[in-house]
């Protein structure tokens, strides 16, 4: 399995970027894909998720500004950020699951653990 994340980079605040992640190996369909961030000296953090059926989930604060989506035929992932803040500044990770959904009693989409594999990373940078 290879996670291959893009589109990161620099931008201004209130800028867009729109990080893609392409999965060989392994069939983003049938399984609950996600987007993490990390900033240097902070945990990586759970930033969205999709599950095969499509049911996303979002970090409170970051829901209004960004979208996760799929293209299965492309087996890509997408997280479309906009109105993007110096906060945002961090490395973007995508992450895959084992299963095909992403919450249950007994899992969370946001928590690193739900997830067995990960992409190295693109750098959003926003100033």
């Known amino acids: 399995v290879q996670l291959v994340e893009s589109g990161g980079g620099s931008v201004q605040p209130g800028g867009s970027l729109r990080l893609s992640c392409a999965a060989s190996?392994?069939?983003?369909?049938?399984?609950?894909m996600g987007w993490f961030r990390q900033v240097p000296g902070k945990e990586r953090e759970g930033v969205a998720s999709i599950a095969s059926d499509g049911f996303r989930s979002y970090a409170d604060s970051l829901k209004d500004r960004f979208t996760i989506s799929k293209d299965n035929a492309q087996n890509t992932v997408y997280l479309q950020m906009n109105s993007l803040k110096s906060e945002d500044t961090a490395m973007y990770y995508c992450a895959a699951s084992a299963v095909s959904y992403c919450s249950s009693v007994y899992r969370r989409w946001y928590n690193m653990r739900s997830y067995s594999y990960w992409g190295q990373g693109t750098q959003v940078t926003v100033s």
């Open positions: 190996g392994y069939t983003i369909s049938t399984y609950c």
